[in-house]
T-cell receptor
Framework: SAVISQKPSRDICQRGTSLTIQCQVD?????MFWYRQQPGQSLTLIAT?????????ESGFVIDKFPISRPNLTFSTLTVSNMSPEDSSIYLC????????????FGDGTRLSIL | GENVEQHPSTLSVQEGDSAVIKCTYS??????FPWYKQELGKRPQLIID?????GEKKDQRIAVTLNKTAKHFSLHITETQPEDSAVYFC????????????FGSGTRLQVQP
């Protein structure tokens, strides 16, 4: 399975600031996904990032708050903008090769705390 | 869109006993159902998955069953061990198009030694 690296692994940020999270994969993948996991909760999809097209956002998530880049088939970034304490969560990247039948795997996540 | 419900939210068993976690899904177009195990502070890890053309799949102490008609699937862990203690998430996906996972709410399994 693909090896997925996320940076940073954790950060503590001040409210009102922005943070960009990176997701790097060791092989080319068609689809990359960004999930949020709030404390003690399940995973919620933020958006799907395909190379060469605009990210597709889920209901409740907007581009101005969570801009995403997908410059190539092995890399994506998620920015959490104008952070508030409610943004304190684990942000997870996952990948899908796009080939039918392949399971999705997750990066180690970025644990974000907003003061 | 898809909705996945998972029960129970917490489950405590004695070491050696079996544990069963159940999920239901709403979209009959979903055809792939993975289970993830998440230990504290770690990423979700795929432990087993099943596709809609199969009714049951087993991997050592872990098995998953799927009832397409009733739209529910279950995770079965036999001979539980303390290291099985974790949060387990079921998920559903339609294997074409968007391919985004919809997760259940999670089950915290505690295996008492």
């Amino acid at each position: 399975s693909a090896v997925i690296s996320q940076k940073p692994s954790r950060d503590i940020c001040q409210r009102g600031t922005s943070l960009t999270i990176q997701c790097q994969v060791d092989s080319q993948v068609t689809m990359m996904f960004w999930y949020r996991q709030q404390p003690g909760q399940s995973l919620t999809l933020i958006a799907t990032a395909n190379q060469g097209s605009e990210a597709t956002y889920e209901s409740g998530f907007v581009i101005d708050k969570f801009p995403i880049s997908r410059p190539n088939l092995t890399f994506s970034t998620l920015t959490v903008s104008n952070m508030s304490p409610e943004d304190s969560s684990i942000y997870l990247c996952s990948v899908d090769s796009g080939a039918g039948g392949q399971p999705q795997h997750f990066g180690d996540g970025t644990r974000l705390s907003i003061l | 869109g898809e909705n996945v419900e998972q029960h129970p939210s917490t489950l405590s068993v004695q070491e050696g006993d079996s544990a069963v976690i159940k999920c239901t899904y709403s979209d009959s177009a979903s055809n792939y159902f993975p289970w993830y195990k998440q230990e504290l502070g770690k990423r979700p890890q795929l432990i087993i998955d099943i596709r809609s053309n199969v009714g049951e799949k087993k991997d050592q102490r872990i098995a998953v069953t799927l009832n397409k008609t009733a739209k529910h699937f279950s995770l079965h862990i036999t001979e539980t061990q303390p290291e099985d203690s974790a949060v387990y998430f079921c998920a559903a996906l339609m294997d074409t198009g968007r391919r985004a996972l919809t997760f259940g709410s999670g089950t915290r399994l505690q295996v008492q030694p």
